[in-house]
Nanobody, 121 residues
Framework: QVQLVESGGGLVQAGGSLRLSCVVS????????MGWYRQAPGKQRELVATVVTVGLTKYADSVKGRFTISGDAAKKTMYLQMNSLKPEDTAVYYC???????????????WGQGTQVTVSS
């Protein structure tokens, strides 16, 4: 079974830092096509950062220079280091993994349970 388990959310003051972790278990053998999404109150879920392949990452403009996505393949864990946090970063953060499908079908999406990040001013 594929399972994503997140941790590391919490309450932090503006300017502070948090590190989110996503532990992957089941039939996943690499951390490619993994990413972090977030959903703030009253807004749609949005992409924050992704790892397409090793060495290829992408960030939303709103977090560039402040957030860093990384992974430890041996531990099957993906991280999101969040620095210089702002109140607008307040959201539920979700871990995501896309699994390729046969026959030219789009990849399947797997999601973590979400972890709350609250940044106070």
């Amino acid at each position: 079974q594929v399972q994503l388990v997140e941790s590391g959310g919490g309450l932090v003051q503006a300017g502070g830092s948090l590190r989110l972790s996503c532990v992957v278990s089941g039939s996943i053998f690499n951390l490619n096509t993994m990413g972090w999404y977030r959903q703030a109150p009253g807004k749609q879920r949005e992409l924050v950062a992704t790892v397409v392949t090793v060495g290829l990452t992408k960030y939303a403009d709103s977090v560039k220079g402040r957030f860093t996505i990384s992974g430890d393949a041996a531990k099957k864990t993906m991280y999101l280091q969040m620095n210089s946090l702002k109140p607008e970063d307040t959201a539920v953060y979700y871990c995501n993994k896309k699994i390729p499908q046969p026959y030219g079908l789009p990849p399947a999406d797997y999601w973590g349970q979400g972890t709350q990040v609250t940044v106070s001013s």
